[in-house]
């Protein structure tokens, strides 16, 4: 079953997708980026993995794609601050935007890894607070195979 996609007016959600995600907790798939650019992204993503693969790290490579990777990969930071993801969190939470954490969550195809539904404001140690979101963007298409 394929989810319609949520159109964008101008960059925004509209009053009844606000609602939507009030009442849900949730709100997809909204299509930020273009399939080129998405492709182009995975593709620098994969050179600093290769590139980084070879070079003797302090840690393993994949602790640096995980929170926050926006302090330590310029790409990372890059998406983090890209005006058309932040204009639909805007819409959710008001213009007072703090980004926390940026990270990687890579999910190989072809393995047995599975992350069920679950809140991620528990992984956090922040307490239970108002206006908080997580915006996902995925990289590559992905199903239930």
């Known amino acids: 079953m394929k989810q319609e996609t949520i159109e964008l007016s101008n960059g925004k959600l509209s009053k009844s997708r606000i609602k939507q ?5 949730f709100l997809f798939p909204i299509n930020i980026l ?6 182009n992204l995975r593709s620098e993503l ?3 993995e290769e590139k980084y693969s070879k070079i003797k ?26 005006d058309r ?11 007072n935007i703090l980004v926390w954490a940026a990270e990687f969550f890579i999910k190989e195809k072809k393995t047995d890894n599975i992350v069920g539904m679950h809140q991620d404001l528990t992984y956090w140690c922040m ?18 195979n």
């Open 21 to 25: 995600y009030e009442d849900d907790g």
């Open 34 to 39: 273009k399939c080129n650019e998405a492709l």
């Open 85 to 95: 993801i932040l204009d639909v969190v805007e819409c959710i939470i008001g213009s």
């Open 57 to 82: 790290l302090p840690k393993p490579l994949n602790s640096y794609k995980r929170g926050p990777a926006n302090a330590v990969i310029p790409l990372v930071a890059n998406l983090a601050k890209d």
């Open 127 to 144: 307490g239970e607070t108002s206006g908080q979101v997580t915006a996902w963007l995925a990289l590559s298409d992905s199903n239930k």
């Open 46 to 48: 994969e050179d600093i």
